[in-house]
């Protein structure tokens, strides 16, 4: 079964054609990345899946999330999960990783009096925090983290809610090489814990070694759509970057 089925989408933004004609079917199959140069159109394919953008209208086209073209917003919301910089800016300096972990479970950032916080919610905040190895950061301020004890942080506020996809935007953007390292190894045990992964990146590098698909954006387009052993080659990467490299070695098999 498909969660994601994109049929001859177009999507215009000041006058701007960002996504042209995408054809797309996503189904849950560990980890996909969507590859692509800056600019390529990845971030707008994003928020067509999180309704944050609405493509234009037309008869040969639909969008289909979870086999249903009608599908309530914070239905999605449930099921789908995001990690990307919007969240990140939105963390007040004072919340602990604790909080902003838990706060999740209610949908928003930081807890409050009209939380309610109940035992239910602290266990299953302290199991992700065990889950992803972070207990000794808890309650820390968040604002004092570096940038991957961060991205760890986010990851884990994303989880807390089960959803059914997990899509990392650039997570490993701006990371030092520990930091890099740890993170990767992370979001690749969490992929063996049946959640899909969309997997976004404008580095060749990032790529996880247990990516089953590749989707290649340029321009606003999909060019290409395999397996990695198929599209990780320097024929391929150099068409989509425009560049005359030689490419030995992704990653480790």
């Known amino acids: 079964m498909n969660w994601l089925e994109l049929k001859n989408i177009n999507v215009i933004k000041n006058n701007n054609l960002i996504l042209n004609n995408i054809n797309l079917q996503l189904d849950y199959e560990g980890i996909t990345t969507i590859l692509g140069p800056n600019g390529s159109g990845k971030t707008t394919l994003l928020n067509l899946i999180y309704r944050n953008v609405y493509p234009l209208i037309r008869n040969d086209s639909y969008i289909k999330i979870f086999g249903m073209e009608n599908i309530n917003i914070w239905d999605i919301r449930k099921k789908i999960s995001i990690v990307n910089t919007d969240i990140h800016n939105r963390i007040k300096t004072n919340l602990t990783v604790y909080e902003v972990i ?31 190895k972070i207990k000794d950061i808890a309650n820390s301020k968040y604002s004092i983290l570096s940038d991957g004890q961060k991205r760890i942080t986010l990851i884990a506020r994303s989880l807390i809610n089960k959803p059914e996809i997990l899509i990392l935007d650039e997570p490993t953007i701006n990371l030092d090489l520990k930091s890099y390292f740890l993170l990767k190894e992370s979001i690749e045990n969490i992929s063996k ?9 404008n580095n060749l590098e990032t790529i996880l070694k247990d990516t089953r698909r590749v989707i290649f954006m340029k321009n ?34």
């Open 102 to 132: 838990l706060s999740a479970l209610f949908g928003g950032i930081g807890v409050n009096i009209n939380n309610n916080v109940k035992p239910i919610h602290k266990e299953l905040t302290d199991q992700i925090i065990d889950d992803l």
């Open 220 to 253: 606003g387009k999909i060019i290409a759509n395999d397996n990695p052993d198929k599209l990780l080659n320097s024929e391929q990467i150099n068409k989509l970057f425009d560049t005359d490299l030689i490419i030995e070695k992704i990653y480790d098999t």
């Open 193 to 201: 814990n049946d959640i899909t992964i969309l997997f976004i990146t």
